[in-house]
């Protein structure tokens, strides 16, 4: 249950949908936004708090189930969800849930719905592949993972402490690679 979540919003905002119904257009490629912009993130403020829903919105990760999906790689969580990406007008807004796709999945021990759009994790937006792999990194030294979404009109974020926590510093844990006969 708690081992998904940073693999969950890391894969929300995965390199692509995997059904796209439109085109996109990354933010650098526009002008001005409309609503506020805290470095590449989309903020508005005057949205209400979403009321709680169905699931978990905060708790405890445990590092070591955390690693062996970050291990695993974005591909592996991906078959566990769909998204669409989120466009305001011409401009990428954020990752749009539109099924979980595993129903044993544990994601939905978690207060996530179809419709949730993903904006940010640790304040990190998600809008290009090289940022959801700056992201997916450095899960791997966070000390907490926290997702910012819109829920219709409203926001609400999901806050999960990663335990044991890691020393400021200390060099993150290198990701298993196969063999490159294991590769083939």
């Given amino acids: 249950m708690r081992l998904v979540v940073p693999a969950l919003l890391a894969a929300l905002a995965a390199c692509g949908p995997k059904v796209q119904t439109t085109g996109s257009t990354f933010d650098e490629d526009l002008g001005k936004p409309e609503p506020t912009v805290s470095g590449d993130v989309v903020v508005e403020a005057d949205r209400p708090v979403a009321p709680p829903g169905k699931g978990l919105r905060g708790g405890t990760i445990e590092r ?21 990406a989120k466009m305001s007008g ?15 999945s544990p994601l939905y021990d978690i207060d996530i719905v179809p419709g949730d759009v993903l904006l940010a994790i640790n304040g990190q937006p998600l809008s290009r592949p ?26 609400f974020s999901l806050d999960f402490t990663i335990e044991p926590a890691v020393a400021p510093g200390s060099a ?11 590769l083939k």
């Fill in 130 to 155: 090289d940022q959801l792999q700056t992201v997916w990194d450095s899960l791997r030294t966070a000390n907490a993972v926290t997702a910012q979404l819109w829920r219709g009109e409203a926001k």
């Fill in 64 to 84: 070591a189930k955390l690693v062996a999906v970050l291990d695993a790689g974005p591909p592996t969580f991906l078959r566990q969800i769909e998204v669409t």
């Fill in 172 to 182: 993150p844990a290198a990701p298993k690679r196969l063999p490159p006969a294991q």
């Fill in 90 to 104: 011409e401009r990428f807004v954020g990752w749009q849930l539109v099924q979980l796709v595993d129903r044993q």
